[in-house]
Structures are given as structure tokens and as C-alpha cells.
């Protein structure tokens, strides 16, 4: 029930020729998890266009400033374009609190047609407020071992083309290491070291999960929705991973925090407030 958004792009190796990928190919939603319970996943947000204010992708709370999503989902667009819906499981829900970036830090090796560093960082105007329903999550800094259940979290359609459910999903999905997500993939360098991959052999869990969301392994983040292969073809989707860009994350929220800029060495794509953390 979860929704991925699915590109059509063409492979010359027969059997992967479909991946799903950036929103603006294909509005394909495909059916799988089951509604979170309450109180699941605070972390979670709703990207958002401003002007529609129609969902677009998931992402995770990491920091009161800073949201983490995938690349595809803000390539090309100004911060300005896009709000940040928080604090509800339900996309309809009244008086939930939406916030505003003002910066979006792409990383910088983000490489769209190669499946590469598909992960970016939304600082925020304000600082999101907590409570019960608002929370950051962890950032998991271990390896994954065979046999992780990883929990995704998404908004998505009950059915292939139907409406969008306003309450959040959630479906559990096993975690597949790197060479046998590669050797799935008929070794395709598309699946690279940076990837947590992974898999549900209902055909479920194979596609699920707004591009972007956050995957959760005991309650830490550990991968971020990147693409996939069409629902019950029995491929292993790929996942950005947060301990391979561990220090991509770190070195842009302590920059935004730290008055001594000067000494971290990495620039950060628009410097506004720095000093404001
Ligand atoms: C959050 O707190 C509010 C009031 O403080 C309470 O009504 C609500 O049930 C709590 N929600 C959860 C998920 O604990
Ligand atoms: C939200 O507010 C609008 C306008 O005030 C109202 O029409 C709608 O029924 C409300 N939705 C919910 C879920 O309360
Ligand atoms: C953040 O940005 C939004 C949208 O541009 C604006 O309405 C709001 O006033 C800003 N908040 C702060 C604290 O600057
Ligand atoms: C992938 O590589 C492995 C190890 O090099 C090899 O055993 C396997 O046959 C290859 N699979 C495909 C589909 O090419």
C-alpha cells in the first residue's frame, strides 16, 4: 500500500529493463504494507510542492533544522518549491504543522543516471517543534547483518491507481547484503557499496515505499528509498545507505551548527545561517 513512483528507463540487459525511479515519470502505486500503527515512525514527513500541496516523496526528520530524502526527489528545484508536512500519520488531518526549507544540500556526486549518491538534505527555516508525534530519528551507523527486518514507512495507494490513503503504511522488508543484491541485479554497477538493498518475496515489499521515506532498523535509520524493479518480479530494491554517506550527513548538520565554518573543509551549496543552529 505503500507508493513508489516509477520511471520507465530502458536497459540493454533483458530481464532489469524497468527501474523504478524519480516522480516525474509515472505516477504507478503499488499495493503492500498495512496502515502504521499509532505512534509509528514520528520521523516520518510528507514532501510536499507548495503550490500544490500534494505529496510528492517521503523523508526522515534527522535534526530540529534538517530533513534527509533522496536526491531524485529535489533535483532541479529551488527550496522555495517545496513544504514539509510533520507530526501526523494522516495527509488530511487539520492543524498539523508543515515547515519550510531554505536550503537544499544535494550531495555533490548525486549522479542521476548512473543510480549513484541519491540522497539529500533539507535544512529547514525553523526548528521543527517536538512532541509526541514529532521526533528525529537515529542514524544507524553499523553494517546490517543477513536476516535485518527493516521497517519502511510511506504514503501510498490501497491499489494500483487508486487514490492515495491519507494515513501513513508500513510494511517490514528483509534486508539483502551487496553481492547478492548485485548478483539479483545481473551484477549491474547500478547496485553499488552505497546501497542497502532489500526484499519481500510476497512481491510486496519489492517496490514499496515513497522514493526518499525512511527505512528503520530497531529504531534507527538506516536507508532511504532510492529505486527499484515493478512489484513481484522477485528483484531486491535499492536504498540509499546512511552509514555509507554517514559523513556526508554529519559534515553538513555540524556546518550548519558550528560559528568556525572556516575549519571543516567541505562547502556547502548556499550558506545562510550557519551561525543560527
Ligand atoms: C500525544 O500526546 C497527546 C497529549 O499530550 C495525547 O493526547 C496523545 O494520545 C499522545 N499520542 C501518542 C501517540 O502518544
Ligand atoms: C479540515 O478542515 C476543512 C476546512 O475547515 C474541513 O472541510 C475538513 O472536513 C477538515 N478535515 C478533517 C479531517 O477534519
Ligand atoms: C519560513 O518560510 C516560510 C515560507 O517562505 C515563511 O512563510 C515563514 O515565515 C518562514 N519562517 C521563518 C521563521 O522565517
Ligand atoms: C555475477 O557474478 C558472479 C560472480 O562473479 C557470477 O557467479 C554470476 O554468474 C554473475 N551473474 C550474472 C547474472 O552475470
Known amino acids: 500500500m505503500l507508493l513508489i513512483w516509477v520511471p520507465l528507463v530502458l536497459f540493454t540487459s533483458g530481464a532489469t529493463s524497468q527501474i523504478l525511479y524519480p516522480p516525474q515519470y509515472t505516477n504507478n502505486r503499488i499495493v503492500g504494507g498495512e496502515e502504521a500503527a499509532e505512534g509509528l515512525a514520528p520521523y516520518q514527513i510528507s514532501l ?6 500534494a505529496h510528492s516523496c517521503g523523508g526522515a526528520i534527522i535534526d530540529e533544522r534538517w530533513i534527509i530524502t533522496a536526491a531524485h526527489c529535489t533535483r532541479g528545484r529551488q527550496a522555495a518549491a517545496f513544504r514539509v ?3 501526523t500519520q494522516d495527509l488530511h488531518q487539520n492543524g498539523t504543522k508543515y515547515y519550510y526549507p531554505d536550503r537544499i544540500v544535494e550531495h555533490s556526486n548525486y549522479a542521476p543516471r548512473k543510480y549513484r549518491n541519491d540522497i539529500a538534505l533539507l535544512h529547514l527555516n525553523e526548528s521543527i517543534v517536538f512532541d509526541n508525534a ?3 530519528v537515529e542514524l544507524d551507523h553499523e553494517a546490517l547483518v543477513p536476516g535485518s527486518r527493516l521497517l519502511l514507512t510511506g504514503w501510498g495507494t490501497l491499489s494500483l491507481g487508486g487514490d492515495v490513503p491519507a494515513r501513513l503504511q508500513s510494511l517490514e522488508v528483509n534486508y539483502v547484503p551487496f553481492e547478492q543484491c548485485r548478483a539479483a541485479h545481473d551484477n549491474s554497477t547500478r547496485v553499488d557499496i552505497g546501497h542497502v538493498c532489500t526484499f519481500n518475496d ?6 514499496h515505499g515513497d522514493s526518499g521515506g525512511p527505512l528503520v ?3 534507527k535509520l538506516v536507508a532511504l528509498v532510492n529505486w527499484g ?3 513481484a518480479k522477485g528483484y531486491p530494491d535499492a536504498h540509499a545507505s546512511i552509514a555509507y554517506y554517514h559523513d556526508f550527513i554529519r559534515t553538513h548538520l555540524s556546518l550548519s551548527k558550528t560559528d568556525s565554518s572556516e575549519d571543516l573543509q567541505e562547502e556547502i551549496v548556499t550558506p545562510q545561517d550557519e551561525n543560527r543552529g
Do not use: D, F, M, V
Not at 202 to 207: M, S, V
Open 202 to 207: 510476497k512481491g510486496r515489499g519489492a517496490c
Open 217 to 219: 532498523h530497531n529504531g
Open 85 to 87: 508536512l510533520t507530526g
Open 48 to 53: 510536499q510542492g507548495i503550490g500544490s500541496g
Open 229 to 231: 524493479l515493478p512489484c
Open 134 to 136: 514529532t521526533q528525529p
